[in-house]
């Protein structure tokens, strides 16, 4: 059996100058703008396909939901007491 060592394809050093394809800072704007991106359990994604459709569900909960949102409980905590 090979080690690691016999099976690397990996050059130990690249010289960048050569390659081709390569756009240096391409995505450094947006980076910047910073990203909010959310994972979906795999049950939410199959009903929002799109992103448009989970942004109209969640703008449907604000306008009937009460602003200050803080943190709620998680759906499993049951229900709150006073």
Excluded: C, H, W
């Excluded at 010289?15 to 049950?43: C, H, I, W």
């Excluded at 448009?52 to 409980?73: C, F, H, Q, T, Y």
Aim: without cysteine; glycine residues 8%; aromatic residues 6%.
């Amino acid at each position: 059996m090979k080690n690691d060592r016999e099976t690397d394809e990996l050059l130990p050093e690249y010289n960048f100058d050569e390659m081709s394809g390569g756009v240096r800072g391409k995505y450094a704007q947006a980076y910047r703008q910073g990203t909010n991106l959310a994972r979906l359990d795999p049950d939410v994604a199959q009903a929002f396909k799109t992103d448009k459709s989970v942004n109209e569900a969640l703008r449907a909960i604000l306008r009937v939901a009460p602003r200050d949102l803080g943190n709620p409980a998680p759906a499993d905590a049951g229900p709150r007491r006073r």
